[in-house]
C-alpha cells in the first residue's frame, strides 16, 4: 500500500506569552516556563513513542507536528494532546489541526505552510471564545487578576491564587527543571547551581551596575516564516527546525555563559523562554546589551552552515538575521510592562531589518526614567539614532567604553546631553565648547575619541556641526543614555 498520503497533525500553544506574563511575580515567571519547557519535553518523547522518530516532523518551542495513518487518529491525537495541555497548565491552551498530506510530491514545505496557514485560523477562532464570565461575588487571583481564586499560597505569602497561578508558584519554587537547569548541563561547570538562582528581580538588580537595574531582552528571528514552505521532505524539514532551535539555543547559551557569571552567589539573569528562534531573557542592565549583541551576532554568523545548509536552503538565502529589543529599566518596573515595550523596540528593530533587506540583524533599546510604559510617549521630543544595526551598535559600545577609559568628566557629556533638547543650534553650540575645552588640553586623547565618535556617526565636521548627522539625527543621545549601563 502507498504511503504517499498520511494525515499530518499540527500544533501550537495559544498566546504563550500572555500565559507567562499574567503575574509580576519573577518565581511564577519561571514557573509557567519550566512547565511549558516540561510539557514540550513530554509531548516529543510522547510522540516520538507513539509513532516512531521519523514519524515526528519536529517538537519543540511549543508546537509540533507529526503524521499519522488515519482521519480518526489524527482527531483522537488532538484531543488528547489539548486536554492534556489544559489538565497540566489551566489557563494555557494548545490547538492542534490536521490535513491530508502528501510526503513524496517533493514539497513538503508547502503541506506545512497550509496545516500553518489552518493552524492560525484555527487559533483565531479559539482566541474569541476564551472570555471566561467570572461570578461577581468571587474573590480574585491576588497575582493574575484575571481568574477565580481557589488556593491559599503555603508560602507564607497569605496570597489567594487562581489554579494557574499556584501551579505556576509551585514549580517555580522547585529548583530542577525549565531552562536554567538546561544551560548548567550545557554550560557544564559548577558555576550554576539551583543555589544561585535568583529569587526576584531585585535580587538580579543587586548585582548589577548601576545597582537596581534589570535588563529584559526580546529577540527574535526575522522572517523565517517566508522559509517554511521551501524544505523539499520531511527530513529537510526537520534539519530546518532542530537547527533553529538548537542554534538560538547554543548563541543563548554561550552568551549567558560569557557574560552571565554569578556575582555575590547570584546568577544576574534569568531565562524566560526560548523558542525556536525566540529569545526572552531578563538579566543585570550592564550585561543585557553585552548578551543581545553576542546572541544575535552568533546567529547571524553561524545560520548558513547551521540552518540552510542542512536544509538545503543555501540557494534561497545567505544567512538569517534577528531583531532585538532591550529595555534597561529599575527591578520595580513591572515585568509585563518590559515585556510589552521590549516588544515594541524589537518591531522597531525589524523596521530597520527589512529596510535593509535583512541582510543584517537590528537592536532598539530603551532606557526607562519615567512611569510611562508606552514607547511613543518615552520618545516624544527626543533626538535619538536608534535602532541601530548590529555593527553600529558594536560601535557604539566601543565608543563608550574608549571615552570611560579615557574619563571624559560626565558633567561634558550631560551638558551637551541636556543641549540636545534646546534646539539644534544650542546642541550645536554645546558639543563645539565641549570638543574645543577638550581640545586645549595637552593631552588630546579626549578630544579625539569623542571626535571620532562623532565621525563614526555621520558627523562630517566640513560645515556640518556635531552633534548632528546629515539627517539631523544624533548618536549622542544614545551614547549618554547608556554610558552608565557599560562597563569600561
Ligand atoms: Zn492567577
Redo the contacts with the bound molecule.
Keep these: 500500500m502507498s504511503n504517499a498520503q498520511q494525515w499530518l497533525v499540527c500544533f501550537d500553544t495559544d498566546r504563550i506569552k500572555q500565559y507567562l506574563f ?2 509580576n511575580r519573577l518565581k511564577e515567571i519561571r514557573g509557567g516556563s519550566a512547565l511549558i519547557a516540561q510539557l514540550d519535553d513530554e509531548r516529543k518523547s510522547y510522540l516520538e513513542q507513539r509513532y516512531s522518530r521519523d514519524k515526528v516532523v519536529y517538537s519543540a518551542g511549543g508546537g509540533a507536528a507529526v503524521l499519522v495513518s488515519t482521519e480518526q487518529e489524527a482527531q483522537a491525537l488532538i484531543a488528547e494532546i489539548e486536554r492534556e495541555f489544559r489538565a497540566q497548565t489551566v489557563t494555557a491552551s494548545i490547538t492542534g489541526v490536521y490535513l491530508q498530506a502528501s510526503t513524496t510530491s517533493g514539497k513538503f514545505g508547502v503541506e506545512m505552510t497550509r496545516a500553518g496557514k489552518a493552524l492560525r485560523r484555527a487559533k483565531a477562532a479559539k482566541a474569541e471564545l476564551i472570555r471566561l464570565p467570572v461570578e461577581p461575588y468571587m474573590r480574585f ?1 491576588s ?2 487578576g ?2 477565580p481564586a481557589a488556593y491559599q499560597a503555603q508560602d507564607g505569602s497569605g496570597d489567594w ?2 489554579r ?2 499556584h501551579k505556576k508558584r509551585e514549580k517555580g519554587g522547585e529548583e530542577r527543571g525549565g531552562f536554567f537547569a538546561q544551560f548548567a548541563q550545557w554550560a557544564d561547570s559548577q558555576t550554576w547551581t539551583g543555589k544561585t538562582i535568583p529569587d526576584d528581580l531585585d535580587a538580579i538588580g543587586s548585582v548589577a551596575s548601576p545597582p537596581g537595574y534589570v535588563g529584559f531582552i526580546a529577540l527574535d528571528g526575522n522572517h523565517i516564516g517566508d522559509l517554511l514552505d521551501k524544505p523539499a521532505t520531511i527530513e529537510a524539514y526537520r534539519a530546518f527546525s532542530n537547527g533553529l532551535w538548537s542554534l538560538t539555543r547554543e548563541q543563548t547559551f554561550a552568551a549567558l555563559k560569557q557574560y552571565g557569571k554569578p556575582l555575590d552567589g547570584i546568577a544576574p539573569f534569568e531565562i524566560v523562554l526560548i523558542g525556536g528562534d525566540d529569545v526572552l531573557l531578563i538579566t543585570a542592565a550592564d550585561i543585557a546589551l553585552e548578551i543581545a549583541l553576542a546572541i544575535a551576532e552568533g546567529f547571524e554568523k553561524q545560520s548558513l552552515t547551521q540552518v540552510l545548509s542542512p536544509a538545503g536552503l543555501s540557494g534561497e538565502r545567505e544567512k538569517l538575521t534577528m531583531a532585538g529589543g532591550v529595555v534597561l529599566a529599575h527591578a520595580d518596573f513591572p515585568i509585563p510592562a518590559m515585556y510589552r515595550l521590549a516588544e515594541s523596540l524589537q518591531k522597531s528593530a525589524k523596521r530597520l531589518c527589512a529596510e535593509q533587506k535583512y541582510q543584517t540583524g537590528a537592536i532598539d533599546f530603551q532606557v526607562v526614567t519615567s512611569s510611562d510604559t508606552d514607547l511613543d510617549a518615552m520618545r516624544q521630543g527626543v533626538p535619538h539614532r536608534r535602532p541601530y544595526t548590529l555593527e553600529d551598535l558594536r560601535k557604539l559600545l566601543g565608543h563608550i567604553r574608549l571615552l570611560k577609559a579615557a574619563d571624559i568628566p560626565t558633567s561634558q557629556l550631560q551638558a551637551m546631553y541636556q543641549a540636545l533638547f534646546e534646539g539644534e543650534v544650542n546642541a550645536q553650540l554645546a558639543s563645539i565648547a565641549t570638543l574645543g575645552y577638550l581640545g586645549r588640553s595637552t593631552d588630546k586623547t579626549r578630544y579625539n575619541r569623542l571626535k571620532q565618535f562623532f565621525k563614526d556617526f555621520g558627523v562630517q565636521f566640513d560645515g556640518q556641526l556635531p552633534p548632528w548627522d546629515a539627517s539631523k539625527r544624533s548618536a549622542l543621545t544614545d551614547l549618554v543614555e547608556l554610558y552608565p549601563f557599560i562597563k569600561s
Design positions: 499574567a503575574t487571583c497575582s493574575c484575571q481568574h491564587l487562581c494557574a497561578c
